[in-house]
């Protein structure tokens, strides 16, 4: 870590409050690092006025602070935009280190970019640092795909040959989880995909090339690495040691949830409200949002419309609590019997199957539970028990005891 407590430090933009910046910058530097939100008729008198040493920019004001830069890097001339400003001297100096985050995350990738056909979808300021990082590691042929331009979603099939794709736009992103900027199966040589958006930690897109066994990444490497470039800016020192793993490995520990799986009685919401306060984390369970969006009790449902409604409604359920970060969410016995339900679980999570002896599963107010015989119900759900989950963990008597396993589970993912 650098030590220089005297530097004033920050973000500015117009929206701020999901941003990571602050916990990156503090693994980096022991400096102050605040965030400023503002309109963009306030960029010109804050930067003057604010007493600054150094600050990052993001969206939408990376070519809105150009104006009032005394000089820029070549880079940033080069891709028209600045994230990182240093004060020296009482003047501004602008410079661009998403151009190296990104140049980091393709490394990291080990996706080969060398005389590749790539896409790049989206055409704003992401995109044009994108596309300058590519040139300089010599991809083939680079096509911008936008909604209105000469390349666009309606007619993407036309370059089903491409080898990369690079996804620049906030297609997908929190709160709009599970949407895909294309459809990955009309491609038919795609060896690499990376995606800037780094909340959720899959995207739809990411899940998709998972499935179809393509590399790939999300963009929470290149966020880390560009605020470490910007960190050596600020300070004007070099962070010798790459700090960016255990960046990404922390960031990834707060974003993800914690899932709890499991037969009915099983335990999950008693572990789950144990968790949630041991962590200070929020605590969910979906069959309280399926009661609260029904205005009805669960057995309610299954009495009035049958069980096909109620997993209709439990997958509605399964999509608001597997979007949020940082949550403990206990999900009801059967969420796991519709495959719809994988990947708004798997967005964002780590998913611990809670197993406990079936003799000492209760029913009562379990309509599935009551109308089954429990062992036939575990063998059915075993096996897509071990598919959804990540880890297991066997149910004490003691509640203690369950947790902490749970998180040695955790720690050990």
């Not at 055409?123 to 040139?135: I, M, P």
């Not at 949830?257 to 009915?264: C, D, E, R, S």
């Amino acid at each position: 870590m650098l030590h220089c407590k005297e530097l004033k430090t920050g973000l500015i933009g117009k929206k701020l409050g999901h941003s990571f910046s602050p916990q990156i910058h503090s693994f980096l530097a022991d400096y102050e690092y605040k965030l400023y939100e503002m309109e963009e008729n306030e960029v010109g008198d804050f930067l003057f006025s604010c007493g600054l040493d150094a600050l990052n920019v993001t969206i939408p004001y990376k070519k809105t602070v150009i104006p009032y830069l005394k000089e820029i890097s070549e880079t940033a001339k080069r891709i028209g935009s600045v994230n990182t400003i240093v004060r020296r001297n009482g003047e501004l100096y602008g410079y661009n280190t998403d151009y190296y985050g990104f140049s980091y995350m393709v490394s990291l990738s080990g996706i080969k970019i060398k005389e590749k056909k790539v896409l790049v979808l989206g055409s704003g300021g992401a995109s044009l640092t994108v596309k300058a990082v590519l040139n300089d590691l010599g991809a083939g042929e680079i096509i911008t795909v936008s909604r209105s331009g000469e390349d666009n979603y309606e007619n993407i099939s036309r370059h089903k040959d491409a080898d990369v794709i690079v996804n620049t736009t906030p297609v997908g992103m929190y709160p709009n989880n599970g949407a895909s900027p294309v459809d990955l199966s009309i491609f038919d040589a795609l060896s690499g995909v990376l995606d800037l958006i780094y909340n959720p930690s899959v995207t739809k897109l990411l899940y998709d090339a998972k499935a179809l066994g393509i590399p790939c990444i999300n963009g929470l490497s290149m966020l880390s690495s560009q605020a470490k470039r910007a960190a050596e800016l600020f300070t004007g020192r070099e962070i010798t040691e790459d700090p960016t793993p255990a960046i990404v490995k922390s960031i990834e520990g707060q974003l993800k949830n914690i899932v709890l799986i499991g037969m009915p009685g099983c335990g999950k919401s008693t572990a789950g409200k144990l968790l949630s306060e041991k962590l200070s984390r929020p605590f969910i369970d979906t069959d309280e949002i399926i009661i609260r969006n029904s205005h009805m009790r669960i057995p309610e449902i299954f009495s009035l419309y049958g069980e096909d409604e109620f997993r209709k409604r439990e997958h509605e359920a399964a999509k608001e609590a597997g979007k949020v970060s940082g949550a403990v969410i206990a999900t009801g016995g059967g969420i796991i019997t519709r495959e719809e339900n994988y990947y708004p679980l798997h967005q964002n999570s780590f998913i611990v199957w809670l197993q406990r002896d079936t003799s000492l599963l209760p029913v009562d107010g379990r309509p599935i539970s009551q109308n089954n015989d429990i062992n036939e119900l575990y063998k059915k759900r075993a096996p897509l028990y071990e598919k959804f989950s990540d880890a297991v963990v066997k149910v004490s008597e003691n509640e203690e005891e369950t947790t902490e396993e749970i998180l040695k589970a955790i720690r050990r993912m």
